[in-house]
């Protein structure tokens, strides 16, 4: 049974308080120092979403918030959690450097999720041990099958989040669902001091989402978006590792539309040939809100487009998690979901450009 008790809400709303401060802190900072005010480059980019130089160093209130929960961890868990940020924290550096404008490499970042993961298995000796697939389950037994498994979902989640970050509140709302279905199932599996880390989480996003929507005031970043898909999918590891009838499917639900966004982008560059790590403008919130420019509001309507696109995508991006939290213990219909869902969104996405094409503009 889920059940959430009023210390742990009260806990949960202390880091949402810690976020929001530091969130607003870092906005009113900006003004004096150039290094957390945004870069001009950044509204030249291919990918750029924005009209202004916006802070894009949300992750160090994500991030604060989240260390300062550690004072919410309850004896037993609280020097595995430290363990656990400690290992996020190298992830964490590099994005952040990036985002004060030091141009990290992609391969650098990369490399940098890929040793945070590892730092995760060695502190904590956890990984995948299940796949949900019974025909590969017996491989997930050797170790190094387990582990390099482990590592892709890890980083791949991470790198999901950072790519659906590009529209204001979009990243927010598919990490604040991803966290509350992981608490749902956490708890419906039994594993309450998850339930408390999950909502630590949810909460610590909220408070940075109060001043990312809709104005766009504070951006996640690469720090924020890289540490959220990381601890978020750790989390669904270790609820893995402890609960045998916790469907791997129904973990996978919760972060389903950056997995998918993931997926799309890497077979649009492999069809075109193109650098793996090349940013475009064919994810799906960028298609939308340029459909919503070109079509409904007419051009110069960027600021409105923007959060309205996360608007209209929201219950697209809140369905999957939602299945999971209702299927987390049936493997098969998780797996149905799964494929269901993944037609429907390459599916949508293939008709969206011939559908459009039809579409009278709005002048």
Known sequence: MFDVSPVVLSHSAGVAGIS???????????????????????LMAVQAAHSSTTPRVAGLAVFGALVFSILFVPEPYANRYALFLGATS?????????DLGYEIQPKVRLLAAI???????????????????????????????????TVFVTVGVANGFNLIDGVNG????AAIACAVALAVIAGQAGYTAMVKF??????????????????????????GAYTLGFVLSWFGVSILWHFPEVSPWAILLTV??????????????ARRRSIAFLPDRLHVHQLVM?????????????QLANP?????????????????????????????????YAVGFFGCYVLAFPVLRRLPRRR
């Open 20 to 42: 929001l401060v530091l969130c607003l802190g870092l906005v009113m900072a900006a003004q004096w120092f150039p290094r957390l005010a945004g870069r001009p480059a950044d």
């Open 90 to 98: 190298l992830l964490f550096m590099v994005g952040l450097l990036e």
């Open 115 to 149: 040793a945070s993961s590892l730092m995760v298995i060695l502190f904590l000796d956890i990984w995948l041990v299940r796949s949900g697939m019974a025909w590969f389950d017996p491989y997930m037994s050797y170790w190094p099958v387990g582990i390099a498994l």
């Open 170 to 173: 979009l990243a927010a709302v």
């Open 198 to 223: 999950t909502l630590m989480v949810a909460f610590a996003v909220l408070g940075f989402a109060l001043v990312n929507f809709p104005l766009g005031k504070i951006f996640l970043g690469d720090a």
């Open 256 to 269: 389903f539309w950056p997995v998918a966004d993931t997926s799309l982008a890497i077979y649009r560059r």
């Open 290 to 302: 340029r459909a919503l420019e070109i079509h409904v509001l007419g051009r110069g309507r960027r």
């Open 308 to 340: 309205l696109t996360t608007v209209v995508l929201a219950p697209f991006v809140l369905a999957p998690p939602l299945t999971g939290a209702w299927l987390w213990n049936d493997n098969g219909a998780a797996g149905v979901a799964i494929l269901l």
